[in-house]
């Protein structure tokens, strides 16, 4: 397996292709990166092999940390090689601290990351990379407690209607809509398990 590659960058389609000791080595590179190599005369790169059945493919860092970062992130369930390249587009301390303050903003910004998958990287990586912050994955201000109550006092489930109030702020911000609205919505859902 290739670890480290050093020669002279080329961009090509948007990849590296490293000219070392005439052979060419086509690497891909977070765009950030990308920049920097470009009109270089030599460069150096961290390598991370990933091999599939049918494809080899050369992902390049700048340094032995990002490469380790790399793999911690498509270790997670949902997310590939080509994501994992685009949030090494941050630097390390902006990611560390994104997980610690779990951010999921920061990550479901990324394309191909949407909430869920953004929370299972917080998940997943805050015990390898330092105490994180509690992660509210529901709403739990005021409203959505007035709302939980109001539903369980209609003889409704609290755990089913915890559910059903957080399937509703996954499609809809539960702040931005008027509670009797919310409440209906959600009696419909509930009538129906």
Same mark, same amino acid.
Request: glycine letters at 8%; zero cysteines; hydrophobic letters at 45%.
């Given at each position: 397996m290739i670890g480290w590659l050093q020669g002279t960058p080329e961009i090509v389609n948007n990849q590296v292709l490293l000219k070392t000791q005439g052979v060419g080595y086509l690497v891909k590179v977070s765009p950030r990166l990308q920049t920097r190599l470009s009109g270089q005369e030599t460069g150096e790169l961290y390598i991370h092999t990933h091999v599939r059945e049918d494809q080899l493919d050369l992902y390049g860092f700048e340094t032995w940390a990002e490469r380790t970062l790399f793999e911690l992130i498509i270790a997670v369930s949902g997310v590939g090689p080509a994501t994992a390249i685009q949030i090494l587009n941050h630097d390390i301390s902006t990611i560390t601290l994104a997980i610690q303050e779990a951010d999921v903003s920061f990550f479901s910004a990324i394309p191909r990351i949407g909430k869920k998958v953004a929370q299972k990287i917080i998940i997943e =990586? *805050?015990?390898? =990379? *330092?105490?994180?912050?509690? =992660?509210?994955? *529901?709403? &739990?201000? &005021?409203a959505f407690l007035d709302m939980k109550e109001s539903l369980v006092a209609l003889g409704f489930n609290p755990d089913a209607v915890a559910a059903v109030l957080n399937d509703l702020h996954q499609e809809t911000n539960l702040q931005e809509q008027q509670p009797a609205l919310v409440i209906k919505k959600a009696i419909a859902l509930l009538g129906k398990k």
């Amino acid at each position: 397996m290739i670890g480290w590659l050093q020669g002279t960058p080329e961009i090509v389609n948007n990849q590296v292709l490293l000219k070392t000791q005439g052979v060419g080595y086509l690497v891909k590179v977070s765009p950030r990166l990308q920049t920097r190599l470009s009109g270089q005369e030599t460069g150096e790169l961290y390598i991370h092999t990933h091999v599939r059945e049918d494809q080899l493919d050369l992902y390049g860092f700048e340094t032995w940390a990002e490469r380790t970062l790399f793999e911690l992130i498509i270790a997670v369930s949902g997310v590939g090689p080509a994501t994992a390249i685009q949030i090494l587009n941050h630097d390390i301390s902006t990611i560390t601290l994104a997980i610690q303050e779990a951010d999921v903003s920061f990550f479901s910004a990324i394309p191909r990351i949407g909430k869920k998958v953004a929370q299972k990287i917080i998940i997943e =990586l *805050g015990s390898k =990379l *330092g105490e994180v912050k509690a =992660l509210h994955i *529901g709403p &739990q201000n &005021q409203a959505f407690l007035d709302m939980k109550e109001s539903l369980v006092a209609l003889g409704f489930n609290p755990d089913a209607v915890a559910a059903v109030l957080n399937d509703l702020h996954q499609e809809t911000n539960l702040q931005e809509q008027q509670p009797a609205l919310v409440i209906k919505k959600a009696i419909a859902l509930l009538g129906k398990k």
